[in-house]
């Protein structure tokens, strides 16, 4: 706990019981001293019986060392939950011993008649007394009549998607939109409202007149754009790709990728480092961390926790777009610019996530780049999985990148390789990352799934829009 400043001390006053809710303490800077106190006591000889003698009483004091850290226990202690039934007397009987499963048990521990006991799915997330403000009830014009409940509706989404009224186009639909909605130009116009956001708009058209297909993180590694305008601008210049070759990818209106065969390089590629046993390095070894994890997750319950600024319309007209504070260390033209490495995938360079979206142009690798344009000028069909490529195009490329990533790994850590020091172990290594057991290149390659709110995830971005 002491590790990880964000996490809070749990104690637990039963810490066998697994319905005991856990009292919390926060973490707080200190500045204070840990004394060593000894009381020694002397008695003094007793003369008359009568006379009564004090016994003499010495303190020492030892300054063991400076304290830069305390934690406070500062919610309720009697927030608790315990496994018990009321009976008709109003007799409270215990059901430990019937609902906690200690040892391996037979069909007749489970078969047993039992009182309802249906502990809580969660306990509140916070530990300390707040004023709860009831909303009023909403009133409605006249004329107003609540929607159906139906099957679709019944359990819907806590809020309502943000409309940003962007474009999708599936690789099977036979037109692609020529212009943006209304709604996204309106958008747009309300947020453009300063000479800083028309340049941002000028540079976003100059990068699609250069490439007509960008990737949303391309675009902020080219242009320092503040993240809740690029939302707007996007849909007002691009339409998103949602399945095919170009999924998860803008592109500019008017052009259709499926009828140009110099789109190709601009194909996207769904590239995730493997790791296992059999690559010669586990999960755990693996010098490009994951961006969470479920081992180190915890409960958002602290007292005190920073709350988390909405960007408004408002705040979007007053120069969030390039400028901001005059007290942050970046210049305002590369404030909001994200690093190369985030888009373009070079040699001797790890990426900086375990699973990157690629653009095929953006592979900057000679022997990458030849498999890329093995079939240039013979193009026929635009198909959706390999697009104008050749067919396992995409599974070449990524046995040449884990290859060259494996090397890199090798280099950094020698010791995870001891036991392959030969070529042939190499090149056997290497027949056997190419493909020949495909099925358990796929279950290690499951291990890797799209982790949420990642910069790189098409699932995040869709849902932004949707």
């Known amino acids: ?20 809710h856990p009292v919390c303490a926060n973490r707080f800077p200190t ?27 010495q303190f020492e004091m030892e300054i063991l060392g400076i304290v830069t850290t305390v934690y406070k226990f500062q919610g309720m202690s009697d927030f608790q939950y315990l496994a018990m039934h009321s009976g008709p007397d109003g ?11 200690l040892k391996p048990e037979k069909e007749e521990f489970f078969n047993k008649d039992l009182p309802l006991y249906i502990p809580p799915p969660i306990f509140s997330r916070l530990d300390t007394p707040v004023d709860y403000f009831y909303r009023p009830d909403i009133q409605h014009r006249s004329g107003y009549n609540n929607p159906q409940v139906s099957g679709e509706n019944l359990i819907g989404l806590s809020r309502a998607r943000r409309p940003h009224n962007a474009i999708f186009v599936n690789f099977d639909d036979e037109e692609i939109p020529t212009k943006p909605l209304d709604a996204a130009v309106q958008n747009w116009k309300k947020v453009c409202t300063n000479p800083v956001d028309k340049k941002v708009e000028e540079e976003l058209r100059k990068l699609f007149e250069v490439r007509p297909v960008w990737s949303r993180n391309a675009v902020k590694a080219n242009i320092s754009v503040h993240p809740d305008k690029l939302k ?46 059999k690559y010669g390095y586990a999960a755990t070894d693996m010098p490009v961390k994951a961006k969470r994890s479920t081992y180190n997750y915890s409960l958002p319950i602290t007292v005190k926790k920073q709350g988390s600024h909405t960007v408004s319309v408002h705040d979007l007209k007053q120069g969030l777009g390039s400028a901001g504070t005059s007290g942050a260390k970046k210049p305002p033209s590369s ?17 900086p996530y375990r699973q990157m979206f690629y653009q095929l142009c953006d592979l900057n690798v000679e022997s990458l780049q030849k498999i890329i344009h093995r079939n240039d000028g013979t193009e026929s069909e635009c198909t959706e999985r390999d697009g104008w490529c050749l067919a396992k195009t995409s599974d070449d490329l990524r046995d040449s990148m884990s290859l060259m990533i494996k090397q ?4 950094t850590r020698p010791a995870l390789f001891s036991n392959t020091t ?23 390659e499951e291990d890797f799934k799209p982790s949420d709110g990642s910069e790189n995830e098409m699932e995040t971005e869709i849902l932004d829009y949707v």
Do not use: N
């Open 31 to 57: 500045s204070t001293m840990l004394l060593r106190v000894r009381r020694s006591t002397k008695k003094k000889q007793q003369l008359d019986a009568e006379q009564q003698i004090q016994p003499e009483v």
């Open 232 to 277: 707007v601008l996007l849909p007002y210049l691009a339409y998103y790709m949602l399945t095919g070759p170009w999924r998860s990818l803008w592109v500019r209106f008017g052009y259709d990728p499926r009828k140009h065969p110099e789109a190709k390089i601009y194909q996207v590629l769904d590239f995730r480092i493997r790791c296992g046993m």
């Open 1 to 20: 706990i002491y590790a990880d400043p964000a996490k809070r001390l749990e104690l637990y006053f039963r810490p066998k019981d697994p319905y005991c």
């Open 91 to 101: 007799k409270q009987t215990s059901m430990y011993d019937k609902v906690l499963m």
């Open 335 to 351: 404030r909001y610019k994200l690093k190369e490495s985030v888009y373009i995938f070079r040699e001797g360079a790890l990426p």
């Open 422 to 444: 030969s070529s042939e172990d190499g090149k056997e290594q290497l027949a056997y990352e190419s493909g020949e057991d495909e099925d358990d290149e796929e279950e290690e």
């Open 408 to 411: 890199i790994i090798r280099s």
